[in-house]
């Protein structure tokens, strides 16, 4: 073969990956990286999914397990995922929400109008990099099931029994070929998640099983999380070890063309600002409208009121919006309809 013939770039040299495929040659993409933190995003894409059926009131109780191959299995007592023949793809809709990528309820604001689960590739996204995968449903007094390997389905979906429950199970096992550093889940990591879950989304509980470790009487490693209260209980929770300066948590909450805002704040007798702000149960670590509009509301606040009382008179400089945020912590959630987030890893 000449030399020229072995570098030419004509159509042939052009690749037009499918979904899953894609998902495969890069994975980063879809879930930021294939080390422990896309290893555990994996479970988060699935439990989304769990919380989206909560938010739209059909779901009160998700339990995670982690098997004893690091294996993880998901449970909700949701609606489940609609088994019926999808019209346009001419198969069953649990293997289109499976397997294709884009596919999803959270596209149809009937179906969820809030969601964290933005962009149809979460559940998709997990079956591709999964060495196994199988999704059973308990819907309509029937139990249906398929299997999945790399993301293809092993056989078409099928009933194997009868049931009164209602709900969605998943069983994954992380792929070694994709995730080559650990497939190893952590559970304090898994149990941060599901605890800052139960606090964002007040009454549903979850529950989180560790199967590969005992304690003392034989029983699983397990913790339930519940929150009664959400975000007032959240700013106690991270500001357990430090010293209050207000009796107790300021907590508000309150909807505004249609979009429901809670705050929850507390001041210490530290110096530091401590704010987390989430969007539909995701942590945005990189700030947003929200927290900059709750920080300015914030200072204008509170810089109006000591005017109006007198008590900068004394002041010989000017006080700024760090200073009103001094020994804060806080916490602002809105959940909208429409987020604007830059990519899966929602950011």
């Known amino acids: 073969m000449s030399e020229e013939k072995k570098h ?6 052009i690749q037009a990956l499918e979904g899953m495929e894609h998902v495969r040659m890069r994975p980063s993409m ?13 479970v988060y894409e699935v439990v989304d999914n769990s919380i989206d059926e909560a938010l739209a009131g059909h779901c009160d109780s998700i339990q995670v397990t982690i ?30 929400v499976m397997t294709k990528i884009g596919a999803g309820g959270k596209f149809d604001k009937d179906s969820y109008k809030v969601s964290g689960g933005l962009h149809g590739v979460g559940v998709s996204c997990v079956n591709a990099l999964s060495d196994h995968l199988t999704a059973t449903v308990h819907k309509d007094g029937k139990i249906w099931q398929q299997e999945y390997e790399r993301g293809k389905s092993l056989y078409p979906v099928k009933t194997i029994g009868e049931t009164d429950f209602t709900g ?10 994709i995730f080559q550093q650990t497939t190893e889940y952590n559970y304090d990591t898994l149990a941060t998640r599901m605890r800052e879950l139960s606090f964002l989304n007040k009454g549903i509980t979850i529950t989180l099983t560790d199967k590969r470790r005992t304690d ?13 209260e959400g975000l007032s209980e959240f700013v ?12 107790g948590v300021i907590a ?7 979009i429901p805002v809670e705050v929850a704040m507390v001041y210490n007798t530290s110096y530091s600002e401590n704010l987390h702000s989430y969007v539909n149960n995701i942590n945005t670590h990189e700030g947003g409208t929200h927290l900059s509009g709750f920080r300015r509301g914030l200072t204008h606040t509170l810089k109006k009121y000591a005017d109006e009382s007198g008590l900068l008179k004394n ?22 309809q429409e987020p604007q987030f830059e990519g899966q890893t929602k950011t």
Do not use: C, W
């Open 67 to 96: 098997n004893e191959d690091n294996s993880i299995t998901t449970r909700d007592n949701g609606r489940g995922i609609p088994v019926g023949i999808h019209k346009k793809e001419g198969v069953s809709a649990l293997q289109v």
């Open 30 to 42: 879809y879930i930021g990286d294939v080390g422990v933190r896309g290893l555990h995003h994996l």
């Open 216 to 228: 003392d009487e034989g029983n699983f490693i397990s913790e339930v999380f519940h929150s009664t």
């Open 315 to 336: 002041v010989k400089f000017e006080i700024a919006g760090d200073d009103f945020r001094e020994g804060l912590t806080a916490i602002v959630s809105v959940k909208v």
């Open 8 to 13: 030419s770039y004509d159509a042939s040299s």
């Open 236 to 247: 106690k929770y991270l500001d357990s070890t430090r010293e209050q300066l207000t009796a």
């Open 252 to 258: 508000m909450e309150g909807e505004k063309n249609d």
């Open 168 to 177: 969605t199970i998943v069983t994954f096992l992380p792929d070694k070929s």
